[in-house]
């Protein structure tokens, strides 16, 4: 297998394509983060904690852990504590002993975090072991300030802080990496294309039959199980050169911010679109009538509204059969229409059929 890896590596070197690197566009199955979370104190803090009930209870349990009794009718509370949520990213061979980042978050109605420390908190997994114990200061980006009238200024989220390298990992993932004869591939975006030509450029280098494209995300190739081969035979793998496939045509529109993406593969029919601006103005004015002479009458205040609609001049856009991205943004810009026409007008086209492509609102 060692005279495999080498022949790999040669072949690798005398081959460079213009393409993308495999470890850029798949991953391998099961070698993944997990996240973490949990739950804890922090303490120090300048009159900016909370006291709510959990909170005191969790005080109570602490002190209690510490041989302190107190009495059952005393509620402990402070505004110097906080009770806090706790989460991680455990990478993927995270061993004891390692540490990783954390970030802290106030769940009760604590004005801010800063310039206190967290208390030692187990960290656990979707499976309710504990892997990693947290604690430290708080590093916190965000500060407020309050007015005694109740004026409050924030910058940033003070009541969110990180503390890095905050928890020691105490319990390694259990992972099947090196427990078959095979490996699995996944494409991070799907495409039956893309997945065959990994597979045939992995069997030019490696033989026939080495990788199988399993489906339009999968590509399960042979490997050795012993971990220090399978190792230097996955650095050969991702660093394989790959041309992928075109993407699907596309168009992504945002409603909310007017941002409007067109992939290069956009195309549309023969098509004639006329789009013209309409402008309504609505004015209130109030007009005052003075009663007569002595005759008695209430002076009267009359509202008076305006109504004017400007129908802009409208545009004709006619586009022929295979129009391309490069057309339609040279057409719309001509007339220099504004985003939320584009997006009537790319919405018009894909009800009419002529847009061919997918058309994405978030």
Do not use: W
């Not at 081959?15 to 391998?28: F, G």
């Not at 790959?242 to 956009?266: L, W």
């Amino acid at each position: 297998m060692n005279r495999v890896i080498a022949a790999v590596l040669l072949c690798l070197l005398v081959s460079a394509a213009q393409a993308e690197r495999l470890k850029d566009i798949a991953s391998v199955q099961g070698v993944r983060s997990n996240q973490l979370v949990g739950y804890g104190l922090v303490v120090g803090l300048d009159g900016t904690g909370d006291k709510t009930s959990f909170t005191s209870q969790t005080f109570r349990n602490m002190l209690t852990n510490f041989g302190v009794i107190l009495p059952a009718n005393q509620n402990p509370s402070s505004k110097n504590i906080a009770a806090v949520a706790i989460h991680a990213e455990l990478p993927a061979f995270a061993k004891p002993g390692q540490t990783i980042d954390i970030t802290v978050s106030a769940i009760g109605d604590a004005k801010s975090l800063r310039g206190g420390s967290l208390l030692m908190s187990p960290l656990k997994g979707a499976d309710g072991n504990v892997y990693a114990i947290a604690q430290g200061n708080l590093v916190v980006s965000g500060f407020g300030a309050e007015g005694r009238d109740g004026s409050r200024l924030s910058v940033n989220v003070p009541s969110v802080g990180r503390i890095p390298n905050g928890a020691s990992v105490e319990r390694a993932v259990p992972s099947a990496f090196a427990q078959s004869d095979t490996l699995t591939l996944n494409l991070h975006y799907g495409d039956f294309t893309t997945a065959r030509r990994v597979a045939e450029q992995i069997n030019g280098l490696l033989g026939p039959d080495m990788a199988v494209a399993m489906d339009s995300t999968s590509i399960q190739v042979r490997a050795p199980r012993d971990p220090s081969q399978r190792v230097s035979y996955l650095s050969v793998l991702e660093n394989l050169e790959v041309q992928p496939a075109e993407e699907v045509a596309r168009v992504i529109i945002n409603s909310r911010t007017g941002t409007i993406v067109i992939g290069q593969n956009v195309r549309i029919s023969p098509v004639a679109i006329t789009h013209g601006g309409m402008t309504v103005s609505i004015t209130e004015a109030f007009d005052v009538n003075q009663p007569e002479g002595l005759s008695g009458g209430a002076t009267v205040v009359t509202p008076r509204t305006g109504i004017e609609v400007d129908e802009g001049s409208g545009h004709m856009f006619e586009f022929a059969p295979g129009t391309s991205l490069q057309d339609i943004v040279a057409a719309v810009n001509q007339v220099g229409a504004a985003p939320g026409d584009l997006m009537a007008i790319l919405e018009a086209l894909k009800q009419a059929g002529a847009l061919r492509a997918e058309l994405v609102v978030i």
